[in-house]
């Protein structure tokens, strides 16, 4: 079994409409994030959690928020989905002191 | 602007050459960490780098931090098409607890 699993694994939607993304872990770790890649962009930090009750902003939050529901459970949302939000998500964990990441398999959103 | 720049963007060579991918910054890093992505799934880390001037090797992967920790290079030899992918690289600054990604070198490897 994964050690990151995110779902959907694709999702289609429409301009105004809200998203949520879910993010589970087994590997035990703190630290929590979301990441959106786009092409020729690389991977862009949206949020991040270090535990249960830590959520910190990322370079391009705006339009997005997070739950840390549990230390397993990290979701993404979109209040209202708006077409340059098409884009890939990414989950990922990491545990310190060198914090190597773990990604989950993405989810392709796409909104019209 | 992103933090690290990748070059080159894009590299397409046969099977059987060696290449290497540059990654680079005017800001220092605690850690720098080199991912392979495939199409359709999430990235996997080939290695970490720590120690400035550090080299590692991951058979016929090199990696090297640079002696001031502010770029990182890898080298392939004698490429094989199953090299073939996204190459990120990604440093890590323990002040701001965070990772910032370069924009990727997409590698093929034609047989």
């Known amino acids: 079994d994964a050690d990151v699993t995110q779902t959907p694994r694709n999702r289609i939607t429409k301009t105004g409409k809200r998203i949520m993304l879910e993010c589970s872990q087994t590997?035990?770790?703190?630290?929590m994030y979301w990441y959106r890649q786009d092409p020729g962009l690389g991977l862009r930090l949206i949020y991040y959690?270090?535990?249960?009750?830590?959520?910190n902003k990322g370079e391009i939050s705006d339009g997005y928020s997070v739950s840390r529901q549990a230390q397993a459970k990290f979701s993404l949302s979109l209040e209202s989905a708006i077409p340059n939000q098409t884009a890939l998500y990414f989950c990922?964990?990491?545990?310190?002191?060198?914090?190597?990441?773990?990604f989950g398999p993405g989810t392709r959103l796409t909104v019209l | 602007t992103q933090l690290l720049e990748q070059s080159p963007q894009f590299l397409s060579i046969q099977e059987g050459e060696n290449l290497t991918v540059y990654c680079n910054s005017s800001?220092?890093?605690?850690?720098l960490q080199w991912y392979r992505q495939e199409p359709g799934e999430g990235p996997v880390l080939l290695v970490t780098?720590?120690?400035?001037?550090e080299v590692k090797k991951l058979k016929r992967l090199t990696f090297q931090f640079g002696d001031a920790r502010k770029d990182s290079s890898l080298h392939i030899t004698a490429a094989q098409t199953g090299d073939t992918g996204l190459y990120l690289c990604?440093?890590?600054?323990?002040?701001?607890?965070?990772?910032?990604f370069g924009s990727g070198t997409k590698l093929n490897v034609k047989p």
């Open positions: 990922a964990t990491s545990e310190p002191p060198i914090n190597e990441q773990f």
């Open positions: 590997k035990g770790h703190d630290r």
């Open positions: 959690s270090f535990d249960v009750k830590d959520i």
């Open positions: 800001s220092v890093f605690s850690s």
């Open positions: 780098v720590v120690t400035g001037g």
């Open positions: 990604a440093g890590y600054k323990v002040n701001f607890n965070k990772f910032y």
